[in-house]
């Protein structure tokens, strides 16, 4: 039985079309129920999304991940390593999410929607821990979409809310 080479990936580089990386902006104006202060940040990070991969676990006890979410981190890694943020980061207090997963459309395909669940896309967000926020468990409320689009990418809007 003759073994078949698969074909290698090749990488795909991307970037935001306006600056050509990762960006932070913010936003003037504020929501009803949000802080002022900590305003509404639009962050776009130039990473092809994966969904979270369960961790295994060796015969030794130790957890890994699947070989596409490892890539995925140490990319994301790079990526906020080179990102210039403002001094207000990494936020903190009660925060809101709102993230759109865009993923590219294979060229065939008959599906809508990319594969994964859309919590396991939202999982990926632990990488933002310690540079965006303090920690994900300040987030008390999120919306979450996944999506096909042209430029693949994460699209952040980070509201602070009151809490009165």
Not at 130 to 147: H, P, Y
Request: glycine content about 8%; overall charge positive.
């Amino acid at each position: 039985m003759e073994k078949r080479k698969t074909p290698k990936r090749k990488s795909r580089k991307v970037t935001d079309p306006s600056t050509g990386k990762a960006s932070v902006h913010c936003k003037v104006g504020t929501r009803e129920g949000r802080v002022p202060a900590n305003g509404c940040w639009d962050i776009w990070l130039p990473i092809v999304p994966v969904p979270a991969s369960r961790p295994r676990f060796s015969r030794w006890g130790g957890p890994y991940y699947g070989k596409r979410y490892t890539a995925f981190r140490k990319e994301a890694a790079v990526i906020l390593e080179q990102l210039e943020l403002p001094v207000e980061f990494p936020l903190r207090g009660e925060l809101e999410a709102s993230v759109v997963f865009t993923v590219q459309k294979p060229r065939t395909s008959k599906r809508t929607n990319p594969r994964g669940d859309v919590d396991n896309y939202f999982k990926t967000l632990d990488v933002l821990n310690g540079i965006i926020w303090e920690d994900d468990d300040q987030l008390v409320a999120a919306t979450m979409r996944k999506r096909f689009g042209e430029l693949p990418g994460i699209s952040l809007e980070v509201y602070g809310i009151c809490s009165a």
